[in-house]
């Protein structure tokens, strides 16, 4: 443990940490400089999803109407209650292209979850919707209940620019393979500084194992 805050303290005189936050902070500036430009074409990527939707629902609404049309304007109670549900599911889709279209971004979680209560009970009257599976169903129900408990604004979530998300997107990268690439780069630079200051001769004397003293510096950088 000495060794160990010896490390730290070390790391911190030689300003290597600094380097180390220049890097991440630049990092985190770089990506949310990219994802902010990648924010035009947001709107194109849900407009297709809600056109799948959309589409969907219309053929499903046509086949209903088409049987009421040959069998004279007749439908069971069954099917005039998934037909209701499909209409509403239709409004809260229109709801939701209109908020996103104007942009106003707050109000979609509540027209996802209106769309969806739509569905299920569309579903749950016999009915199937294979655009949005009963399991990314629920997902999406789920993740919507949390959105609107915390409050929280619909966002693009590919190219996300909100802090929680761009921090999130930044670990992916920083705590995987480029990550440790890049701290094993800073580690072996510490070596061979240490190694051409004769730093590295002092701490050989001490009675201490050098797979310890690797450890220490590694486990430092780490932190």
Not at 9 to 29: C, E, G, S
Request: aromatic share 12%; proline share 3%; no cysteine.
């Amino acid at each position: 443990m000495k060794l160990f805050n010896f490390e730290l303290k070390k790391i911190w005189r030689q300003r290597t940490l600094l380097y180390v936050m220049l890097v991440v902070v630049l990092f985190i500036t770089g990506l949310f400089l990219y994802n902010y430009s990648r924010q035009a074409g947001y709107a194109e990527r849900e407009r297709e999803i809600l056109d799948t939707y959309s589409s969907k629902i219309g053929e499903l609404q046509n086949e209903l109407q088409q049987k009421s049309y040959e069998t004279g304007g007749t439908l069971t109670e069954l099917e005039k209650n998934q037909l209701t549900e499909l209409e509403r599911a239709a409004a809260a889709l229109f709801s939701w292209r209109v908020a996103l279209l104007e942009g106003h971004h707050e109000d979609i979680p509540n027209h996802i979850q209106t769309f969806i209560t739509h569905i299920n009970a569309y579903e749950a009257l016999g009915g199937s919707f294979e655009s949005l599976p009963a399991d990314e169903r629920a997902v999406a129900w789920m993740k919507n209940e949390w959105m609107l408990e915390h409050d929280l604004v619909y966002e693009d979530e590919i190219y996300p620019i909100s802090p929680l998300l761009l921090l999130k997107e930044s670990g992916r990268y920083l705590f995987q393979i480029p990550g440790l690439l890049f701290l094993l780069f800073i580690f072996g630079m510490t070596i061979t500084k240490e190694k051409e200051e004769e730093t590295w001769r002092t701490l050989q004397t001490q009675p201490t194992r050098n797979s310890h003293i690797y450890m220490s510096k590694f486990g430092s950088l780490l932190v």
